[in-house]
């Protein structure tokens, strides 16, 4: 059984190598597909940050209006935003820091299991103030995050259903 097995092996072995007008085709197809690679489209770290910002302000609505499913689905965006950082932008030195939201993300993440209103607001307070901390870290201070004032859409209820 070992030489039946070695000797296809070898079969296959020199079946791959004897044709080298195919490796020729199959590097120039990965070159093809590498090339297609570098220049797909890739969101930079402004557009995850501009996203994060709408549903950073879409949870506080939600949450203060008690509409605990739609703020569950606001902070888990913002945490998927954040892995598409991590995944998309490893480039950009500022991803380094971004662990400084996670204890927020928790915190606010409790809150809404909790259903408690008065937690909320404090986890939102250092949810803003983490994504200030970070800015500042990355030399972005010139980037202030506030707790919003008006709902950033005109065209959405952020009251529960129920």
């Not at 004032?149 to 209820?157: H, I, K, L, V």
């Amino acid at each position: 059984m070992k030489s039946l097995t070695f000797i296809f092996f070898l079969l296959t072995l020199m079946a791959c190598s004897s044709n080298p007008d195919n490796t020729s085709a199959l590097q120039e197809q990965v070159d093809s597909l590498q090339d297609k690679l570098d220049n797909s489209y890739k969101p930079g770290l402004g557009e995850f940050m501009s996203g994060i910002q709408v549903h950073h302000a879409k949870l506080w609505f939600a949450g203060t209006d008690n509409n605990w499913k739609l703020a569950d689905f606001e902070i888990k965006e913002i945490q998927e935003a954040i892995g598409d950082i991590r995944s998309f932008n490893t480039d950009r030195p500022e991803v380094e820091s971004i662990g400084i939201i996670n204890p927020a993300i928790d915190s606010i993440t409790k809150a809404i299991q909790l259903r408690d209103q008065a937690m909320f607001r404090s986890s939102y307070t250092l949810l803003t103030n983490s994504c200030n901390n970070c800015h500042r870290a990355t030399r972005h201070e010139f980037n202030v995050i506030t707790i919003p004032t008006t709902p950033p859409f005109s065209n959405q209820s952020f009251q529960s259903s129920r």
